[in-house]
């Protein structure tokens, strides 16, 4: 039996802030930005948490996550998380509740949007990268230095995710020589798709974004999201997409496009 990790005993309600907009647009922000935004054990629980909860059909049509201040979206986990783990358990909880709090990001059930702007490394990384969609203000700065840092490494899942975004060649390159990507690179590889000047466009942009995309067939964005996420899971076996398909071809959604597409009228999108 795993050892279990030592929880954060303060409450993150000042440290991870989270608002609903009249639009429907979520904001979660990481909110110590005298730390650099460094991620505390509470603070990834209360992230997957918002994620989790948020439902089709409910007030929330996407989810933009962010940093507070221009310096950091996120600086990875707090070192004080990692004073405690010892032993081979211990090592082993740690990676385990990582993967089990981006699991539950990629599984959000609306768009995720990240919002990125300076230092974006380590956890922080972890997070933006399984994003839906990512944009960058020109100062970004993205990777894990862990080479030249902490002495740990990535999991198989998490490396397999960063080589999905950026290839396998680039994932060992920028791990193997500790350096961090910046914007310009970003850009080019796919990374981020859209770069801006300061972190006042990047929070304009980014709900901007956020508005157009929850505009959108909720149903074909989900159901887009989540056979991404099978094709990329490597101890799912079974990677049958029948019951996406159904979800939306079936849907009162699908029938409403059709209407509103003949009638050469915008579509109400309801999510069912």
């Not at 221009?70 to 909880?93: N, Y």
């Not at 300076?118 to 994003?131: L, N, S």
């Not at 074909?220 to 076996?237: F, S």
């Amino acid at each position: 039996m795993q050892s279990k990790l030592p929880h954060d005993d303060a409450t993150t309600t000042s440290e991870l802030l989270y608002e609903i907009g009249t639009d429907g647009i979520a904001t979660a922000t990481l909110n110590r930005p005298a730390a650099r935004n460094a991620l505390t054990l509470a603070m990834y629980d209360r992230l997957a948490e918002i994620c989790g909860g948020i439902e089709p059909g409910g007030p929330v049509k996407a989810l933009i996550i962010t940093g507070a201040g221009d310096k950091a979206f996120g600086a990875g986990t707090d070192i004080a998380a990692f004073r405690h783990v010892k032993t081979r358990d211990e090592a082993l909880a740690y990676e385990a509740k990582m993967d089990s709090v981006l699991s539950q990001i990629e599984k959000t059930k609306v768009p995720t949007i990240a919002a990125i702007a300076g230092a974006c490394t380590g956890g922080g990384a972890a997070i933006a990268a399984v994003c839906d969609l990512r944009i960058a203000t020109s100062d970004m700065r993205f990777g894990f230095p862990i080479a030249r840092t902490l002495g740990n490494c990535l999991s198989m899942n998490n490396l397999g995710r960063l080589a999905s975004l950026i290839g396998a060649a680039r994932t060992k390159e920028i791990l193997f020589t500790a350096r961090l990507i910046e914007s310009s690179e970003a850009l080019s590889v796919g990374l981020v798709s859209e770069v801006v000047g300061d972190h006042a466009a990047l929070m304009e942009r980014a709900g901007a974004l956020a508005r157009l995309v929850a505009s959108h067939a909720p149903l074909t964005l989900r159901a887009t999201k989540e056979a991404l996420r099978r094709l990329g899971d490597p101890e799912l076996q079974d990677r049958k997409d029948e019951d996406l398909i159904a979800l939306c071809y079936t849907s009162n959604d699908f029938r409403e496009g059709m209407e509103a597409f003949l009638g050469k009228r915008q579509p109400n999108w309801r999510g069912v």
